[in-house]
Structure formats: C-alpha cells, structure tokens
C-alpha cells in the first residue's frame, strides 16, 4: 500500500506518522511520500517521521519529494493538508476583516474565503495531475476549508472525501467524560464543516441510547469551558454546538477579544520554529508534547479510519466526514458538501440518515451553505463581484459597507495567489 501526503512539511505531519507507526494493522503502508515545495521543511519533518517509524519497528519506507506527480504516482490515497500562503497568509486572514468589526479567522468570515481562494485552485490543480497518474486514487483532503475544498474537488469529478478532527475530538472528550471506550461513542453530529452540533451522544452505536441529556446534566461545565461558551447557551440549546459556532453566537464579543491579543497565527508561527528546531534534533524519534498545542488533535486517527475504510482495510463502520449531501438534508442542494456520520467503504462516504432539523440550526446551515456556493464560483471563476457577492451573502457580514471594504482588503492582501487580480 502507497500513501502519499501532499503538504507533508507541514509541522502537523508527526502527529499523522504517529498515528500511522501506532496503527500499522489497520493500514499497512508500505510506501510513504512525504510531498512538499519547502525542501529545508520537508527534511526536517522526513527524518523525524522515519526515526518514529524505525522506533515504532514500522517496516514501511518514508521518500521525501517536491515533485507532486512523481509522489502521488501509483499511490492507493493521497491525504491533501497544506497551507498556500503559509503563516504570514494566515496572519492577515485573521487581521484585516477585524478592521470593519468582522470576526478575523482563517476559516469562516472573510478570512476563511481569502483561504478558500487560494486554496481551490492548488487543490483541483494538485488532484488534476493525482488523476492523470492514478485515476483511483482516493484523495482525502484535511486542507480547510474542508467543505469548500471537498466541493470543489467532487465537482470535479475526483474521488474525494473530506475530513476534520472536531468530531472525533468531541468523541474522545466526552467517552473521557463518561467513562467509556472512544468506539462505544456515536455522535449525531450534523451540518457544514465548522458549523455543526451534537444532537445526540449515543453508546454502541447509531440505534444505541441517547445520553446527551445526561452528558450534559453532569458534565455541562466542562463542555461549556471545552467550547469557550457560556452553560447557559449549552443548556438553552440542548445540543453541543462545535466550538467554531462562537463566531456566530457571540460575534461580536469574539471581535473584541481578537484585537485584544495577538492573532493565533503569531502564536503558531512561533510554535513552528521550536517545532522545526525539535525535528532537527537526531535524537528525537517521538513527536514532541508541545506538537499537541499545534492543533490537529487525533488528526492521525480518524486519517487511518478513513482511509483504511475507502481502501477496503477494516475500519469503522461509521464515521464523521464531509460528503456530498444527495437529499439528506432536503433544503440544501444534492451537489453541497455537508459533514455527517456516513457509512465508509470502498465505494466511499454514503450519509446516514439525520432526523428533520430545527429551523434554528437549517436555517444557518442553509444560510451559510449559498454563501459556500458563490465562494466556489469566487475561487474557480475569480472576479471581484464574486468575491463581493460570496462576503455579502456571509452571516458573518451581510451589509454592503462591509462587503465593500472586506471585497478590497481580500484582493490587496491576497493580489499574490490570486492569478485573475
């Protein structure tokens, strides 16, 4: 079996060879490509990544290369985690929307669509010349935004599942909270990457007995803090919304924390040099503690999961990915790319069925997925009135004023990586 990682300089990628050394049986790689243009990054992360192999007694071989053909050529999956732009683009997705009130995060406002706009079109690029070598190939993107990225790649006609790890995390917290294994815990997790919440927490599986209530009942304040959201709103809702809907839930309180301290960007430029000055160490072969606070948390495990699933190794039976909706929830298009529990096999993600929603969360879920559409069109076609129409139509945003001035902001900072502007 051949995996190749695309973005494998990335300082999170120790916390995926750890996960693939831990869990060999489940998917025995034999040959892992580590691809990136950094080639000074890439040699760091490549030989931390085969002294935790050789340590871990994996047999399989690590190849570093900055060549995206001759990596991803004959491989089984190629797992997409990179970051056009880097750090410094980060920092200014998380600076400039805060000049007109705006929430600045690298994901969602208009920072997560300057991300979306130099992203897609590396991606479709990247998985054109996956295609043009190994047409089967599964491509399983972990590159944010993961529910604009997948869409535009299953438009496109590849083979694509898109996965993130606030899901598991939440399977892990709360089967730590309730004193049981992570695999008795069945989340009815629903909605759009980083908009979705917790409907349900049931034990065994999908038939198994809804706990939430109590979950909540015991253990409230410690969600609430995980989330960094008032009990209060834990409790009036009665689900567990992801820690991404405090954006949206205390817009403007989050503003105001933002300008207040420096942008998580700073914060993880300077965790990457300790991070990449612990990889040139030679006698390092583990991944460091402080690679936790990177972020990425159990990133590894639920990357073996899937892919040991779409290649027909084992894995669960269930899992949280982002897939194409297809009528599971009806007032959403059949081509939108939603994030859901989903049966996983060699033919890839199929939804589970999720119960009719509240309008409180279908109506946001709705909202925020046409904006995800003029996004899309943003990033594949270009154009300023794109751009201003996809700010517009944000939940985030939604005025004109700042439509305008967030439409000009985007463009001076990003001028670089957009090839229309």
């Known amino acids: 079996m051949k995996l190749a990682v695309v973005g494998g300089g990335s300082t999170y990628t120790p916390e995926l060879i750890d996960g693939f050394a831990r869990l060999r049986d489940s998917l025995p790689i034999e040959e892992l490509v580590l691809?990136?243009?950094?080639?000074?990054?890439l040699e760091l992360v490549g030989g931390l990544a085969r002294r935790i192999f050789a340590k871990q007694g994996h047999p399989g071989r690590i190849v570093t290369t900055s060549d995206v053909a001759a990596g991803v050529a004959d491989a089984d999956a190629v797992l997409l985690q990179l970051r056009v732009g880097g750090q410094a683009a980060r920092n200014q997705d998380e600076t400039w929307p805060l000049e007109c009130g705006c929430v600045g995060q690298e994901t969602t406002g208009a920072g997560g669509l300057a991300k979306a706009l130099r992203t897609v079109p590396v991606v479709l690029d990247i998985a054109e010349r996956v295609r043009r070598t190994n047409p089967n190939a599964w491509i399983i993107d972990f590159t944010n935004p993961v529910g604009i990225v997948t869409r535009a790649l299953l438009q496109a006609g590849h083979k694509a599942v898109g996965l993130c790890n606030v899901a598991i995390g939440f399977q892990r917290k709360f089967a730590k909270l309730l004193d049981v294994a992570p695999g008795e815990v069945h989340l009815d997790h629903v909605g759009l990457n980083h908009l979705t919440w917790e409907t349900g927490v049931r034990l065994g599986g999908p038939q198994g007995d809804d706990i939430l209530p109590r979950l909540l009942a015991e253990h409230g304040d410690a969600v609430a803090e995980d989330l960094r959201m008032p009990r209060a709103i834990v409790d009036r809702l009665g689900v567990v919304p992801s820690y991404y809907l405090r954006y949206y839930y205390q817009h403007d309180a989050v503003v105001e924390e933002l300008r207040t301290k420096p942008s998580r960007a700073a914060e993880v430029a300077e965790m990457e040099k300790q991070l990449l000055e612990m990889y040139g160490d030679p006698a390092l072969d583990e991944k460091p503690e402080l690679l936790a606070k990177r972020g990425g948390a159990f990133y590894s495990e639920a990357a073996?999961?899937?892919?040991?699933?779409?290649l027909g190794n084992g894995g669960s039976p269930y899992q949280v990915v982002n897939t194409v909706n297809n009528g599971t929830?009806?007032?959403?298009?059949?081509d939108a790319?939603?994030?859901?529990?989903?049966?996983?096999?060699?033919?890839?993600?199929?939804p589970l069925p999720v119960p009719q929603l509240d309008p409180l969360y279908a109506g946001l879920i709705a909202n925020v997925t046409g904006y995800e559409d003029l996004a899309l069109r943003a990033a594949v076609h270009g154009g300023r009135e794109r751009v201003f129409k996809a700010l517009l139509a944000h939940p985030l945003i939604g005025q004109y004023a700042y439509a305008e001035q967030l439409t000009d902001s985007l463009i001076a900072h990003n001028r670089e990586h957009l090839a229309w502007a």
């Open 337 to 350: 790319v939603i994030e859901v529990q989903a049966s996983v096999d060699g033919s890839g993600a199929k």
């Open 304 to 310: 073996v999961d899937l892919a040991a699933s779409l």
């Open 329 to 334: 929830l009806p007032f959403l298009p059949d």
């Open 35 to 41: 691809v990136d243009p950094a080639a000074d990054r």
